[in-house]
């Protein structure tokens, strides 16, 4: 994994499109760090990881973040993580609404604005989707799409 | 389930109680998980397992484990956002082992995939330091990163070297080996390990578990610790092989140990071989604390 670390104002950047999107504060990343790799990837990692990528280049560190292109486009990962303070752009889904996306990848809501929307169950993030209309698209990766019988 | 005949000779001659530990390979084994506390709560989960209907169960000697009465804990959505992680008791013995040596916020994972013990370290060390994660099984770094993800670890770096020959620019103040093994243990979950068994097998796992604990200690720091774990029960791939260093450094064993937790020291000897250093090493068996078997040693590096 070939990658370095954000520059200041791409941190910036990345922290103002979080906050205005999702209300995601950057005290949640307090002690982290956001590194870039190829194609628009963006890990965050501990602040103690750093030094360790750039000596060992290593097959991965930290989690997947986002990507970015022309917008920014969160991880499920990442909302998953920092869930507790996200405070727009929310969907609270029902449990139909959940099995569709968990089996078909779409659902139907009014809530929130066109563009990626971060998924909850009660009070539980279950990740990225794309909304456009009152269509809602899952982004969860198919590998973590498993089964869910409790909820 | 049908034992070779090698297997059975070697541990009647072994266990304490052979009766009551050829039993306890034929019982299924309790489903348990450990809480993410990265991502979950533990009372909240408990809390919300209970409405589901699940039986669930603490565990005396670590806070985030827990039994379940059934195995639905799988399809849950706390399971399917990463708020726990599905794993044997006896499995999460070693990063609790060094717990307190975690503090210096560096940890060197010299065979870590899929990732339980590493996620586990992880969440100890909540989340900050660095844990360099190593497999030398491509395949398998692939699991282990998408377990690091689920679990929402970011003090992970996921490196595909072999343990045995790997160089790092500065050694490691805590350093764990979780060795890849003949996994006797595991029969419990995995019957199939029998089928692969034999005497062979281990004569050769266990050169490769000498050549790794050589390499794992040169990569450990001065005054840091090494954990040697794994999940088997034979002794040439246990105290024979921290026998061995132990004779060939100045390496010293510390005591471990699990509060309620019913383990066993280190045997003495095995065919004619004596094992002297190892009364403080631990042996963890399924007829005493109905789990997996496992084998750790916890080695000082003066
Ligand atoms: C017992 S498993 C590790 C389990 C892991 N620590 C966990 O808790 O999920 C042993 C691992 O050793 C790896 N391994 C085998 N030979 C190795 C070597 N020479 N160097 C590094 N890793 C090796 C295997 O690929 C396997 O993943």
Redesign the interface.
């Known amino acids: 994994m070939n990658s370095t670390l954000l520059s200041k104002t791409e941190k910036q950047d990345l922290l103002t499109q979080l906050r205005e999107r999702f209300g995601i504060p950057a005290a949640a990343f307090h002690n982290k760090e956001f590194m870039k790799a190829s194609k628009g990837r963006i890990f965050l990692v501990s602040e103690e990881s750093v030094p360790f990528i750039d000596s060992l280049n290593p097959r991965a560190a930290g989690f997947l973040a986002a990507r970015m292109h022309k917008t920014l486009k969160p991880s499920t990962n990442l909302l998953q993580f920092v869930g507790n303070t996200i405070t727009t752009n929310k969907i609270a889904l029902t449990e139909a609404q959940f099995q569709d996306l968990n089996k078909w990848a779409e659902t139907e809501s009014t809530e929130a604005t066109d563009g990626y929307v971060a998924l909850f169950y009660r009070d539980i993030c279950i990740g990225c989707g794309l909304k456009k209309g009152t269509s809602i698209k899952t982004m969860v990766p198919k590998g973590k799409r498993i089964p869910v019988t409790f909820l | 389930m049908t034992f070779p005949k090698p297997f059975i000779e070697r541990y009647n001659s072994l266990v304490d109680d052979p009766e009551a530990f050829f039993r306890a390979l034929e019982t299924p084994l309790p489903k348990s998980f450990r809480v993410n506390p ?2 979950g709560n533990r009372n909240q989960i408990r809390t919300q397992f209970e409405q ?1 209907g699940f039986g669930i169960t603490s565990v005396p000697w670590y806070e985030d484990a827990f039994v379940s009465d059934t195995p ?1 804990i ?10 726990i992680y599905i794993q044997e008791l006896a499995s999460m013995l070693p990063p609790l082992a060094i717990r307190n040596d975690l503090k210096y ?2 940890l060197l994972d010299l065979a870590a995939a899929p990732g339980s013990k590493t996620t586990q370290a992880a969440c100890l060390m909540n ?4 844990i ?1 994660a190593n497999d030398s099984d491509y395949l398998r ?1 692939s699991a282990l ?2 377990n ?3 679990q ?9 070297f072999d343990a045995r020959t790997l160089r790092l ?1 500065e050694p490691f103040p805590v350093v764990l080996l979780d060795a890849p093994c003949s996994s006797e243990g595991t029969i419990r979950k995995n019957p199939a390990v029998l089928r692969q068994w034999s005497e062979r097998l281990i004569q050769t796992v266990s050169t490769l578990q000498k050549q790794l604990i050589t390499n794992a200690y040169n990569l450990t720091a001065p005054g840091g610790v090494l954990l040697y774990s794994t999940c088997t029960f034979a002794p040439e791939e246990n105290e024979g092989v921290v026998q061995q260093l132990l004779d060939t450094t100045e390496a010293t064993l510390e005591r471990v140990r699990f509060q309620s937790l019913q383990t066993s020291p280190g045997i003495e000897a095995w065919r004619g071989t004596p094992f002297p250093g190892l009364k403080h090493a631990i042996r963890v068996w399924p007829h005493r604390t109905n789990t997996d078997g496992f084998f750790l040693a916890k080695i000082r590096k003066p």
């Open positions: 990265l991502k589901y639905n799988g399809a849950t959505i706390e399971h399917f956002t990463g708020q916020g560096k989340n900050r330091g660095v360099l770094t990163r998408f690091i993800e689920k929402g670890v970011v003090n992970t770096v996921v490196t595909n620019p």
